[in-house]
């Protein structure tokens, strides 16, 4: 197997060397007060040169939920590393061990939280196979990959010399990495983008034909009150005039009848007309004029 690491603790330095290595577990804690005092240099020093990143806690008798709290807390762990409890006291019971790690994965649900013990304590001293997420034994037969037990295993720690050395039982080391982080949750996908909505388009340009107009100022003249004859083309007029300040909202009706015509008449000599120019029958010109400056076209 190719996929090597080491186990670090207070007994190597802060930068220890990291040639052939892919992964490292660093002790983090012991009981409810220790701290490895090279915990920090140790794991920045391990991922500044790329190695995939755990940590462990040296199990001590007491309080096993008190211990997985501390330890956590302590670790300087991000996403992505994994958790293990070192069972080697004798005065650590199996359900003890059981319970701890039942609490750290309760603490730490995304992250992988494994056991590491020796072959002894596997075979002799646990009897209920809970090791968490992965086994990590210990067996130093001199056989790198070839624990000596049946239970399925992850990392085998097969020598301790010159240092704690272990293999990991992947084909890479993009493979333990991705077991490692399998069980951060992913991201959820973006909503689709929604369509943006089509621009209105622009309100059409009402037209007010010259001819109609003057139909509808004649026969609405001598109709009774609030006849109409081109409702739609008068009103339009009739809001111009209005806006003007020549025509009272009540006549603003549709009806091109006497106040209409009075109305618009005032705004004949508005524009400067004078005498017949200025009846209130409206001409192209003045007509125009009120629609280009109130918005609306004017055909013969």
């Known amino acids: ?11 190597q330095v802060a930068e220890p060397s990291t040639a052939g290595l892919s992964f490292v577990i660093i002790k983090a804690t012991e009981g409810t007060s220790y ?12 991922r500044k040169n790329g190695l995939l990143v755990g940590f462990y806690h040296f199990l001590r008798p007491g309080d096993m939920a008190k211990q997985a709290a501390y330890f956590v807390a302590k670790a300087a762990s991000v996403e992505g590393d994994t958790f293990w409890a070192d069972w080697e006291d004798p005065k650590v ?3 003890d061990k059981d319970a701890f790690l039942a609490e750290v994965k309760r603490l730490r649900p995304t992250h992988r939280v494994g056991l590491y013990c020796s072959r002894d304590f596997w075979v002799n001293h646990d009897h209920t196979s809970v ?28 020598t301790s010399t010159p240092v704690d050395t272990d293999v990991a039982n992947f084909v890479s080391k993009a493979a333990m990495e991705t077991w490692q982080r399998a069980l951060i949750p992913k991201p959820a996908a973006p909503a689709p983008a929604k369509p943006k909505p ?38 339009v007029v009739e809001k111009a005039l209005r806006t003007e300040g020549l025509l009272a909202a009540q006549y603003v009706d549709g009806s091109a009848g ?34 280009k400056k109130h918005g609306f076209g004017v055909k013969a």
């Open 1 to 11: 197997m190719t996929i090597k690491g080491q186990d670090w603790s207070s007994h």
């Open 35 to 46: 701290t490895s005092p090279n915990m920090t240099k140790q794991t920045a020093h391990a």
């Open 93 to 95: 019971s199996c359900a």
């Open 131 to 158: 090791c968490g997420d992965a086994l990590w034994i210990a067996q130093y037969n001199g056989l790198a990959g070839a624990p000596n037990i049946e239970h399925a295993w992850v990392i085998d720690q097969w």
């Open 198 to 235: 089509a621009p209105a388009k622009p309100a059409a340009k009402p037209v007010v034909s010259l001819a109609h107009f003057l139909a509808a100022q004649k026969a609405d003249s001598k109709g009774k009150q609030g006849h109409t004859t081109y409702t739609a083309e008068a009103l």
């Open 258 to 291: 006497t106040k209409t015509r009075v109305a618009y008449a005032a705004y004949q000599r508005r524009l400067g007309y004078k005498g017949k120019d200025a009846d209130g029958y409206a001409g192209l010109s003045s007509l125009k004029a009120l629609g």
